[in-house]
């Protein structure tokens, strides 16, 4: 049934979902199909989400378009055909579009809508949210599918404010495509974005300066066309691969063999096989020690570093290039299509940001230590308050405390799903699930499809609301510790441990035990009546885990 009341009017649904991308899309066709009355609220114009936001020049993702996709529907795979073996940002936007009308889920969603408090009523066992437009609505439920690089990071450069060109931020794009023929650009940032936009904007600026703070390890893409009917697995088939992998990626198994157990010959061999066919969760796990033992590493850094020595000609850039402090993949490893090879190009420079710090923004350009230069326009590839961003970014307001009072020492969950005190508040890939570590689809598509079940059971059980015990959190908080703490990814300064914004507390916050052990958690704590769980039943009904409850608050 279309909804025609008008959003400033207050109102009460089943759920709001925060976030019409991947994960809010996928959660109001969940939810909706189990006839619940849903409001989503969308702060873009459109549906999409990261693929929304992120419309700067070479965007790409990085994922294999057939896995990075919906596993729901086997018509929208029969109707669906991807063009290029790793779509490009707008195919992904219209693949969500199309998913968005194929469905009919926009009549669900307010768009340009910002989200800015919710607020839990224990009494009445409601959630009341407040957009930035001031109406009110008030849901049982409450599902942030609010993204996890959601919320842009800009440097705090001094007289940035007085820059006379264009800025740009690569996740904040014009809708209109940006032309740099004949300008002078400054790149700042040289992660993942960075290393895409570097060779577009290349090709096109009177120069690009491109600014690095951290040099990051980079795997090529491998070839970008359409992976061959005959030798490509189908899709679904590669899917359900995929959820039984530590990443979610079918093509990403972990070898078994130790790097240190084989010969210098024999990595040469499987690392250039794994160079060639590209992308970098195959790259890293080409032996199974990549990632938990330093030795291992270094001879999967050293290999890049040598490769890299190979394609940049300047001997004083190959060694900004390749002086990375931290081992190869504990940074988010990055995928790339003729990165260093830029370095060769006359109107390219890098800057080791290290070396020349920048003293300030002027009018036309940037001054460093000794020499100003003249620049039309900045962009900033600087990436985000990842993870935990988006969520401190409203007034969460639970039973006895906010979320950001909660979290200020660092975020806590169960299962990444859900967050002690904050009843019938359900995060879809939040910090301590796989998210950001995994495939991002599969694990949207399993966390919703948890949340669903979840919502279900608690109907046909009669429970009001529910919430994860502090004990479970606990626990769950020292095994997300422990297993990051059996891998080297402690090792290095990253957005998965908010080292990238200052202030920021320091806790590592995805969980990297492996996607499919985690859904095997997940399925047996479901299974288990969701053990770890505190159960508020409907006024009237007697269960012993009521007095639970009560004792909690
Ligand atoms: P990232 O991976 O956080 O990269 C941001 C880059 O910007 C990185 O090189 C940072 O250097 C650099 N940065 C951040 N702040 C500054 C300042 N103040 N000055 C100079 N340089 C800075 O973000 P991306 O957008 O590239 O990628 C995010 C994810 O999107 C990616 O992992 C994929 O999942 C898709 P640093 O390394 O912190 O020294």
Redesign the pocket.
Known sequence: MIETQPLNARRTVDAVIVGAGFAGLYAIYSLTRLGLKVQAFEAGQDVGG?WYW?RYPGARC?VESEEYSYSFSDELDREWRWSARYAEQPEIHAYLRHVADRFDLRRHIGFETRVVSQVWDETRGIWTVTTNDGAQIEARFCVMASG??TVP?Y???PGLDQFGGTIYH??RWPQDAADFTGKRVAL?????????IAPKVAAQAAHLYV????P?FSIPAGPLGKLEAATAVPAHERRRKARATPFGLSNAVLSQQSALDATEAEREIKFETVWKSGGSQPFLATFRDLLTDIQANHTAADFVRRKIGQMVKDPATVQMLSSQDYPIGT??P?VDTDYFATFNRPNVSLVD?RKTP?ERITPTGIRTEGAELQVDALI?????D?ITGALRNIAIQGRDMSLTEKWQDGPSTYLGLMTAGFPNLFIITGPGSPG?KSN?VCSIEHNVDWIADCISWMNRNAVSHIEPTAEAEQDWGRQVSEVAHRTLFPLA???YNG??IPGKPRVFMPYVGGLHNYIAACDEIAAADYQGFVKAYATGEQSPERSQFAGLT
Not at 380 to 384: E, L, P, W
């Open positions: 990261t992120n990085d996890n690089l990071n440097p705090d450069i690569s996740a700042f940032g040289t992660g993942s974005t960075g290393i895409q600014f690095q703070r951290t990051n940074k988010r990055c940001l920048i900033f590839a600087t990436g985000f990842a950001v991002m300064d990253t957005w080292a990238n």
